[in-house]
Structures are given as C-alpha cells and as structure tokens.
C-alpha cells in the first residue's frame, strides 16, 4: 500500500527566511509526487509534480521541490517565504504502475505553514 | 473557467437526514473523485469514477452512494447522515491518459452533522 508521510504538523518561519516542508513516501512502484496547498475555506490547489526526469522541479508561486528516490523524500522548498504563503500543504503520491495507479492519489495528514512578519 | 464546481458550500443536516452534494466539472475530465478531509488525515478518497456509468469505492465508502450517468456531473449522496459524517467533502477530477497527470479540486463543501 502506498503512503505519505508529513512529519511536521506546523511549521514557523519569518518572512524572508527559507521555507521547508518534509514529505516522505512510500509506494511499490515509481513514485508521481505532487504538491498541494490549500487557503483557508478553499479548496487544494496544485503548486507542483514530479513524474520523471530532473530530481528538483520548479512550481507556482516561487516553490520547488526535491525528489531523492534514495531517501523516498520530496521537500517542498522556497527561497524566501511571504506572509501570503501561510496555509495548507499536503503532499500526495500515486503509483505509476499499470492499473494500481487508478484514481488514488494518497494525501499526507498535511503541514500548516505560518510565515510571521 | 469554471473548472470543478461543488454545491452547496455549507450545509447542517440532522443525523439521519439524506442529501445530495453536487459536483459537475466542464473540463470534459473521465476521472472524477470524491475526498473527504478531517484535521490531521490528509484527504481520504471515498469513491471515484473513471467514466460515465463507471464508479468504484475509494478507503472510506461506507455511508456514500455515487453514480455517474454523464462525464460532467458525479453527484455524492449521504443516505443517512451520522455526525461522523462531519467533514469538508472535495470533489476532483483530471484528464485521461496517464496517471501522472494533475488532479484538480473544486472549493470544497462544509458538512455538519448534528
């Protein structure tokens, strides 16, 4: 069974401070990483994925994010965090085999980021 | 764009009340999908849908009913609302082809159960 990992229930950084948030899978097959985030009475909305090639992928809003298969990990990053940038964020996986990929995506219980002035 | 719309936004039921949360998508999307979030859980996947008149239980079925007669609407029926019931529902859906492809979520409805 697939599975991911956030182990962070917060995390808090100053604007203008780097910004990292930890995402660990597990899956039996090749890993389809995305990214979500999520504003308060919203609904998720994509930020970034990986499916293959470069291990560092670029997304919306100034985010990225590094897959290293060696450790199952896929840590969202940003440069320099904004106050705007307090939310929500979940990682999800899905298997890339055949039809064990389906519709499941699996969510991590997410990490709420707070950016302080 | 429209993209993934959900209604009603907030809803209260009584335990033991049915209801019907709607979602219909115009992004011609086969796959469509229902999630329900609780704090802490992530988003859990009840049922999906990978095509008019195709549906399947997701992790946490029990409780919910789905059809899906056209490729646009894939309405969620609570039969009997119970309080554990209580959660944000989301709708999603994304395109054909391969599984790596973006899944998009709609604005997400408010259930309380009382």
């Known amino acids: 069974a697939q599975s991911v990992a956030q182990p962070e229930d917060q995390v808090n950084v100053a604007e203008g401070n780097p910004l990292t948030v930890k995402c660990t899978y597990s899956?039996?097959?090749?890993?389809?990483l995305f990214w979500y985030v999520q504003y308060p009475n919203r609904g998720l909305q994509f930020l970034l994925k990986?499916?293959?090639?470069?291990?560092l992928v670029k997304g919306s809003y100034g985010f990225e994010a590094e897959f290293n298969k060696s450790q199952t990990s896929f840590h969202l990053k940003k440069p320099s965090a904004l106050v705007s940038d307090s939310a929500l964020y979940f990682c999800?996986?899905?298997?890339?085999?055949?039809?064990?990929?389906?519709?499941?995506?699996?969510f991590g219980g997410g990490t709420r980021v707070l950016v302080k002035p | 764009n429209a993209g993934v719309t959900q209604t009603p936004k907030f809803q209260v039921l009584k335990t033991g009340q049915s209801m019907t949360l709607q979602c219909a998508q115009d992004?011609?999307?086969?796959?469509m999908s229902w999630y329900r979030q609780d704090p802490g859980m992530g988003l859990r996947l009840i049922h999906y849908?990978?095509?008019?008149?195709?549906?399947d239980q997701g992790e946490v079925p029990n409780g919910y009913n789905v059809s899906r007669s056209t490729t646009e609407d894939f309405p969620l029926r609570l039969l009997s609302a119970a309080p554990s019931q209580t959660s944000v529902y989301f709708c999603?859906?994304?395109?054909?082809?391969?599984?790596?492809?973006?899944?998009?979520f709609g604005e997400g409805s408010w259930l309380t159960v009382v």
């Open positions: 999603a859906s994304r395109p054909t082809g391969g599984a790596g492809n973006t899944i998009y």
């Open positions: 899956v039996s097959g090749n890993p389809y």
């Open positions: 990986y499916i293959t090639g470069d291990n």
């Open positions: 999800a996986v899905r298997d890339s085999r055949g039809k064990a990929a389906g519709n499941k995506l699996t």
């Open positions: 992004m011609n999307h086969e796959y």
């Open positions: 849908s990978v095509g008019a008149g195709i549906t």
